[in-house]
């Protein structure tokens, strides 16, 4: 393969809601390095999850797969690992069409030092430990190099906890520095001789709230948007459940919910600062224009939006992403905004198809050039998630949506709700029960029946959606399969 194939950059944050930039609309956070990439390229405005929490996104980014054929389908009950054996995956495919593949950060494998067909990774897991021994490369780092009696979670906060405040430590101990200092060494020492593909995967800004004193400071000086909540919203307004440290629902005194959404929001801003070194770098490096470089979360978070915290839900703050994409000079810039919906499983072919490798058959995503070249005619009309349960059976959820109106079942409760995302983007009226929305709740309703038929996983009978409450908690079967060998899924 030739030096002047495509290299590609992807880039990726943690827990990222889809309006934290500058070209999403958002005037309080300074996204400068991130917004200018949007400039040159494009800016995907109904970018979905398909699971709203990190290990399911994270496998269906790497396979292009449906959650359904990973066989993980949320991080709650009945579901395993991001486990290996995966006939296709996003380095795979490129390593084995002569590109130098590394991955930087979060990766959320298991085992956790499995390479899921990349050449290397280096690796910041936050405070897991799933495998026996194990230490990630950042806190091997942060204990050769710190500068005093501490470890790198003195701060005293939990990693899922709504609680926020400063970086207890030197900036440079900050694991977003580390992810950008291990990624410029990978750019300055790879092989010349091949295309590169470089995952850059930050641990934040997903909690701990722990920006930086710099960036921490500047929010909690800021006029910042506080939640929106629903005229639906009581049913989360539960003190039991409020009291935790690592509550995911409840309602917070005011100034608690301003310093978590001022650490939220400096963390986003520190996180862009660190990205502008890695695209400097490739500038120097003379790469940048032929560099493929796709930015993207893997959900959001709530941040107190109807009373609600952290992730899963199919929410606007949890499920809907941000996605942009620059493509290689050859292409040129492409359109400058898309309103189509798309989906993490589209990452994959998207990239394969712009340096021409062959999509494996295993890909339910569609790629996005056409879309960005202009030519995309022929896409679907909305996307499907879900996830299962999590923090609360109540919580176990199905969604469908186009970006304009959003459908969500939750299977354990056999409830409903229906949003017309266009005059209410917060989300705060659900139109369910009106009268006047009964068709356009049957359509969109009609539309999930048809996604859930083929699994005969007992969803649906094919006309009604069926309640799940007191049934086994629903698992893949692709899940078995894969894990035993049985099926290499092809």
Known sequence: MSVEQPNILLLMTDQQRWDTLGC???????????????????????????????????????????????????????????????????PGELARAGYHTQGVGKMHFYPQRALNGFHNTILDESGRIEDPNFVSDYKSWFDQHKTGAYDFVDHGIHWNSWMARPYH????????????????????????????????????????????????????????????????????????????????????KPEEIRRARAGYYGLIHHIDHQIGRLLDCLRREGVYHNTMIVFLSDHGDMLGDHHLWRKTYAYEGSSHIPMIIKMPAVFGKGKARISEPVTVQDVMPTILNTVGVDTPHSVDGKSMVPLIVGNGTDWRSYVHGEHNTCYSEEQEMQYVTDGSTKYIWFPRLDTEQLFDLNVDPGECHDLSNEPGAQLELQRWRDRLIAELVPRGAGLTDGKRLLSQAGKPFLVSPHYKARVSGESALQ
């Open 24 to 90: 999403y609309g958002n005037n309080t956070v300074e996204t400068v390095n991130l917004d200018a990439l949007a400039s040159e390229g494009t800016v995907f405005e109904h970018a979905y999850t398909p699971s709203p929490s990190c290990v399911p996104t994270r496998a269906s980014l790497m396979t292009g797969m449906d959650p359904w054929h990973t066989g993980v389908l949320g991080m709650g009950g009945g579901q395993g690992p991001m486990e290996t054996g995966f006939a296709h995956t996003l």
């Open 169 to 252: 430590a030197p900036e440079f101990l900050h694991p977003t520095n580390w992810t950008v200092n291990e990624s410029i060494s990978f750019i300055k020492r790879r092989d010349p001789r091949k295309p590169f593909f470089l995952k850059t995967s930050f641990a934040r800004p997903h909690s701990p709230y722990d920006a930086p004193p710099f960036y921490f400071d500047l929010y909690q000086n800021k006029e910042i948007p506080m939640p929106v909540v629903g005229s639906w919203a009581s049913m989360h307004d539960q003190p039991v459940d409020a009291a935790s440290p690592v509550a995911w629902r409840g309602i917070r």
